[in-house]
């Protein structure tokens, strides 16, 4: 499809998205209503346990309901089934009952509203209904099969668990995959390489060269590494929070409307996903060693992505941060979780492909199991709201659209152009009761497919530039102004 027909399809769609935009808040107010009346709920059930003098309950009750910033996305990590604790048999106490079921009724409720979210062209948000109702009633049955979950052995499982479960392996907490007759002795500091057993120093040594290194392989990644299992199974369980954060928020770029209407009514099962390549280096020296020869600034960077490739490649060390991570993998799945171009952005748009990684930066996990994105003080956030509204450093939406990657790269101003992208995103996805995010979201896929244009962002939303340059002023102009702070730009 040319880039002239697919505008003609686009403005189509427009008549329909717009019709949404003019709604308001719509869904969002509802599921606002509904965590009030079941924050009240759990408040009594709370006060009635610190009657009954069952103060660890109440304190449990209390604590399940995280505090929300509208800035922010509050989403959850499901636990996996393999990876923590099997729960105790169902007790008779009676606040526990009395808390099932409230959270049964709530998961029911969200169900209802993740069905009225995606009338409302809000895949993603209802997408994150689905998994709020999840962890509400883990034994949701609609909602565990609409996230991909399939009923095994008494538990519910992703279909990758299940292979490995059917080949006779288990699930270590430090060595991930193992088959059941290998635990006890990896335990005593055995490894098995090469088809024999061996003290783990020997297995170390062999293993040092890349070429030998781990592989460690989960639902979606495969990491190769040459530091040891232990990190290998530590980064991939930290690639897999990522995706799930990510598949939350941008949940509109993986499925369609119709797709998700299709799966509530049990019908388009989720396609297998694809596993993505991760290169973890021992220590930042072989990573600029093994990489100088395609990239000879590699010796400044924290992490990069390689698109030509399809491999995301880190080190291990001190001078490693979570933020450097999750920008590169946010690249790496854009690019590779869907049919793309080359290079995206090349042309133009190419703030957006940036703005989207630096936002992912400001993922934070909290105890619960939930993590948060966005916030207008955190990272790059902070130090664009500074430039903005202290040394009044802003390119406008019409100026900033034309720009390819070669050029915007090379702009002097760069540090500034990547803390605006970031802050643009987070106006996208929060702003205005966050109505913007899944227009924001096919206006990334209209980027990643060449499709795009410097128009299309303001033809997706129903608007002019201006009047985005004005409300995402408005936007960032809340609260109190914090000084910048160093970032690297990556």
């Given at each position: 499809?040319?880039?002239?027909?697919?505008?003609?399809?686009?403005?189509?769609?427009?008549?329909?998205?717009?019709?949404?935009?003019?709604?308001?808040?719509?869904?969002?107010?509802?599921?606002?209503?509904?965590?009030?009346?079941?924050?009240?709920?759990?408040?009594?059930?709370?006060?009635?346990?610190?009657?009954?003098?069952?103060?660890?309950?109440?304190?449990?009750?209390?604590?399940?309901?995280?505090e929300r910033n509208p800035v922010q996305l509050t989403l959850f990590v499901l636990p996996s089934a393999v990876s923590s604790p099997q729960p105790a048999a169902a007790s008779s106490a009676p606040w526990q009952k009395r808390w099932q079921g409230l959270r049964d009724e709530q998961a029911d409720a969200l169900m209802a509203l993740a069905r009225r979210a995606v009338a409302e062209h809000r895949p993603s948000l209802a997408y994150e209904?689905?998994?709020?109702?999840?962890?509400?009633?883990?034994?949701?049955?609609?909602?565990?099969?609409?996230?991909?979950?399939?009923?095994?052995?008494?538990?519910?499982?992703?279909?990758?668990?299940?292979?490995?479960?059917?080949?006779?392996?288990?699930?270590?907490?430090?060595?991930?995959?193992?088959?059941?007759?290998?635990?006890?002795?990896?335990?005593?500091?055995?490894?098995?390489?090469?088809?024999?057993?061996?003290?783990?120093?020997?297995?170390?040594?062999?293993?040092?060269?890349?070429k030998r290194g781990w592989r460690v392989d989960s639902e979606h990644y495969i990491v190769t590494t040459n530091h040891s299992l232990e990190e290998g199974v530590r980064l991939s369980r930290k690639l897999e929070m990522l995706y799930a954060v990510w598949q939350q928020a941008f949940a509109g770029y993986l499925a369609s409307e119709a797709q998700l209407a299709s799966r509530f009514e049990g019908r388009a099962p989720r396609r297998e996903?694809?596993?993505?390549?991760?290169?973890?280096?021992?220590?930042?020296?072989?990573?600029?060693?093994?990489?100088?020869?395609?990239?000879?600034?590699?010796?400044?960077?924290?992490?990069?992505?390689?698109?030509?490739?399809?491999?995301?490649?880190?080190?291990?060390?001190?001078?490693?941060?979570?933020?450097?991570?999750?920008?590169?993998?946010?690249?790496?799945?854009?690019?590779?979780?869907?049919?793309?171009?080359?290079?995206?952005?090349?042309?133009?748009?190419?703030?957006?492909?940036?703005?989207?990684?630096?936002?992912?930066?400001?993922?934070?996990?909290?105890?619960?199991?939930?993590?948060?994105?966005?916030?207008?003080?955190?990272?790059?956030?902070?130090?664009?709201?500074?430039?903005?509204?202290?040394?009044?450093?802003?390119?406008?939406?019409?100026?900033?659209?034309?720009?390819?990657?070669?050029?915007?790269?090379?702009?002097?101003?760069?540090?500034?152009?990547?803390?605006?992208?970031?802050?643009?995103?987070?106006?996208?996805?929060?702003?205005?009761?966050?109505?913007?995010?899944?227009?924001?979201?096919?206006?990334?896929?209209?980027?990643?497919?060449?499709?795009?244009?410097?128009?299309?962002?303001?033809?997706?939303?129903?608007?002019?530039?201006?009047?985005?340059?004005?409300?995402?002023?408005?936007?960032?102009?809340?609260?109190?102004?914090?000084?910048?702070?160093?970032?690297?730009?990556?």
């Open positions: 499809m040319s880039r002239a027909t697919a505008r003609v399809v686009l403005v189509i769609g427009l008549l329909a998205i717009g019709g949404t935009l003019a709604r308001g808040a719509g869904v969002v107010d509802a599921r606002a209503a509904l965590y009030a009346e079941y924050a009240s709920k759990l408040g009594e059930l709370a006060a009635w346990c610190g009657e009954q003098q069952l103060d660890q309950a109440a304190e449990q009750i209390t604590a399940w309901l995280p209904l689905v998994t709020e109702a999840v962890r509400e009633n883990p034994d949701h049955k609609l909602a565990r099969r609409m996230l991909g979950y399939v009923r095994f052995r008494d538990a519910w499982h992703t279909p990758f668990e299940i292979r490995q479960l059917n080949g006779n392996k288990i699930f270590q907490e430090r060595f991930g995959w193992l088959p059941k007759s290998h635990v006890e002795r990896y335990e005593t500091g055995q490894r098995y390489f090469h088809g024999r057993w061996m003290p783990a120093a020997e297995e170390a040594a062999l293993r040092a060269d890349m996903p694809k596993q993505h390549n991760v290169v973890y280096y021992k220590t930042r020296d072989e990573y600029n060693a093994a990489l100088r020869a395609v990239q000879p600034q590699i010796d400044i960077s924290l992490g990069i992505y390689f698109a030509r490739t399809r491999t995301a490649n880190f080190f291990a060390g001190a001078d490693q941060e979570p933020g450097t991570l999750y920008h590169e993998a946010t690249h790496q799945l854009f690019q590779e979780t869907r049919q793309t171009v080359a290079e995206p952005g090349r042309d133009d748009n190419f703030w957006a492909i940036e703005g989207v990684a630096c936002y992912m930066e400001t993922l934070r996990e909290h105890p619960g199991g939930y993590v948060t994105l966005g916030g207008t003080a955190e990272g790059r956030l902070a130090n664009a709201r500074y430039r903005l509204l202290h040394d009044d450093f802003y390119v406008p939406l019409a100026q900033l659209a034309p720009i390819g990657m070669e050029n915007l790269q090379r702009d002097p101003r760069i540090s500034q152009l990547y803390g605006q992208a970031a802050g643009l995103v987070c106006f996208f996805v929060h702003g205005e009761a966050g109505r913007y995010r899944d227009p924001f979201v096919r206006y990334l896929d209209t980027i990643y497919s060449n499709h795009a244009t410097p128009q299309t962002l303001a033809e997706i939303l129903g608007t002019d530039y201006p009047s985005l340059d004005r409300a995402y002023r408005e936007f960032m102009s809340r609260g109190e102004i914090a000084r910048p702070q160093p970032a690297a730009v990556r």
